[in-house]
């Protein structure tokens, strides 16, 4: 799994960090941070997931591979 975050998209919501902060995070003007891109596991994936689902400007892309 590989996980991108359009920063250029992002409105600074925090769900991505809030759900998946091992992650995601924020960086001093409040936009994204992919902390780690390629996470594993079950509850990573479900929790990248649910990050992507969540994001209000649709910043977050999880892919497979």
Not at 30 to 55: R, T
Request: hydrophobic fraction near 40%; include cysteine.
């Amino acid at each position: 799994m590989k996980v991108h975050a359009d920063r250029d998209r992002c409105i600074g919501a925090g769900l991505c960090a809030l759900n998946a902060p091992s992650v995601f995070d924020q960086d001093d003007s409040g936009l994204v941070v992919v902390l780690d891109d390629s996470p594993s596991g079950a509850e990573a994936v479900d929790a990248h997931k649910l990050a992507e689902h969540i994001c209000p400007s649709k910043a977050i892309l999880v892919s497979e591979g």
